[in-house]
């Protein structure tokens, strides 16, 4: 009877002020395009579609990750400095923990909606709570033009691109351009 009442009394619960080391905090953070300084035409530029949201120690590992489909974030960690990393409308999960060198951005004519990102320290305070709103940015560009020609008696028949990168890489500042010619397309 002693071992059994000495067994039970193991598993009770411990209040939540009595636990050892840190509690974590509920947290919430909304993710928006920047602010662009010109006119779109089309709405889906500012889009947000998809999310992957991933917060680093101070160590450098990755503490929560996270892929939803809203511009919204919510979630609960231990209070604290984190770099965060946000990659947006890529279309996919990028994983647990993803080799950034080889995550890219592949070349399109077209996108449904731009690829953007964000990448900076965040403090989680103690109290949790709504967090500034993060600003991601294009991490790919949009041309738009209006061509004239003078005199008007000559007519422009095509305008074409050339060089333009086949994918770059999401956060990997290092990057330089290549030198292969198959690196590119027109």
């Known amino acids: ?21 840190p509690r974590s ?5 909304a993710v928006r395009p920047d602010r662009m300084m010109t006119v779109t035409r089309s709405a889906d530029e ?20 996270r892929y939803q489909t809203s511009s919204t974030l919510r979630f609960e960690c231990v209070p604290g400095n984190y770099m965060l990393r946000i990659v947006a409308n890529l279309g996919r999960d990028l994983g647990n ?12 004519d077209e996108y449904d909606s731009l690829p953007m990102t964000w990448e900076g320290d965040m403090t989680i305070p103690a109290s ?18 209006d061509i004239a020609v003078k005199p008007t008696d000559i007519e422009l028949e095509s305008v074409q691109l050339l060089s333009v990168p ?8 290092a990057a330089v351009p290549s030198d292969d010619a198959a690196d590119y397309t027109d």
């Open 97 to 108: 923990n993803p080799v950034w060198s080889d995550v890219a951005i592949v070349h399109a």
């Open 128 to 145: 949790g709570g709504a967090l500034p709103a993060v600003e991601v940015q294009r991490a790919v560009a949009k041309i738009s033009y």
């Open 166 to 173: 086949r994918a770059v890489s999401v956060f990997d500042v």
């Open 46 to 65: 500012t889009a947000i579609r998809d999310v992957n949201l991933y917060l680093y120690n101070g160590s450098g590992e990755i503490v929560l990750h």
């Open 25 to 29: 905090v509920a947290v919430e953070l």
């Open 1 to 21: 009877l002693i071992s059994l009442v000495m067994g039970l009394s193991g598993c009770r619960e411990i209040p939540a002020e009595d636990m050892p080391g």
